[in-house]
């Protein structure tokens, strides 16, 4: 279940993956399989070439983007969620979802 994102925040990200753009969005997340987490961040695309070889560049294995439903995206948490969202200059989500910008 997501927290702290508006439905615009939401729409307009699912609209960027329909267009077959990278497209990032980071909530807070809560699920028991992963208890130590407390946000998640969900890199999409529809265009699955594309979001192929992006997930190449951090070695993100095609297996792990979750097709289940019209959003493919790459499900990304802790130190590679940091790591993706820093490269790819996410800063305002960073600061958004993290008590302190990680460096």
């Not at 820093?86 to 979802?97: I, T, V």
């Amino acid at each position: 279940m997501a927290f702290g994102i508006t439905r615009y925040e939401l729409l307009a990200w699912k609209e960027r993956v329909n267009n077959g753009e990278i497209a990032f969005i980071t909530h807070y997340w809560y699920d028991k399989r992963f208890p130590q987490f407390t946000t998640v961040t969900k890199v999409g695309c529809t265009d699955l070439g594309k979001l192929i070889e992006w997930g190449k560049k951090y070695h993100l294995q095609t297996s792990w983007i979750d097709t289940r439903n019209d959003y493919p995206h790459f499900d990304l948490l802790g130190e590679k969620q940091i790591e993706v969202l820093k490269k790819e200059n996410q800063w305002s989500q960073l600061e958004r979802f993290f008590e302190e910008t990680p460096t």
